[in-house]
């Protein structure tokens, strides 16, 4: 087990060195998925994905809505996981803009995903938990989800071996998201400026 761990970790560590492979930064195709015959939910919601500028993709069905009233929102979750991705996880501004990726789409049923060390999240989450009111909620929220997701890249099923490397992933940048959070508190950066 502690072999594992530590083959987890150091894969887990991979993503954010400067030997980043640069991959094709389209959604997943069905053809990517490998879940021994079962449907891959996360595959089939997100090859429809759509990419309007840098980072931000929406989904077919959401396109002709009113994108400019999530534009504030993509860029607040951008702002979440680029603190988190450097300040906690301790990769590179550089790092980010070559993996993290927000998109818009009011299927709710995923939250992120991840293809080929690419990470997705789902913009429409984060209002719908109202975590554009609460950055101390939205922190602790993403912070889950970006180590969830960042777990994939060395584990692409959910299964023992992926529960643990995960469980292993938070407890060691644990410590950092908490120096984090006081550092955020202790500079005044309340909710009531989050808005």
Known sequence: VLR??????????????????HVVRTPPSKNDCELEGKECTTCSHSSSL??????????EIDQSGNLEAFA??????????????EKVMGFSRESFRQVCNVYIDSNLEVIAFNRNSHLFFNVCVFAELGH????????????????????HNAYKFHNQEFNFALEELVSLKLTDYIK?????RSSRISNERWR
């Open 4 to 21: 594992l761990t530590q083959q987890a970790i150091s894969r887990l560590h991979m993503v954010g060195s400067s030997k980043l492979e």
């Open 50 to 59: 759509i990419r309007i500028s840098n980072n931000v993709y929406v989904s």
């Open 72 to 85: 504030p929102l993509a860029f607040q979750l951008s702002h979440v996981l680029q603190n988190l991705w």
């Open 180 to 184: 984090f959070m006081g550092f955020c």
């Open 132 to 151: 554009r009111k609460n950055a101390t909620k939205a922190y602790n929220y993403w912070f889950i989800t970006l180590c969830h997701e960042v777990t």
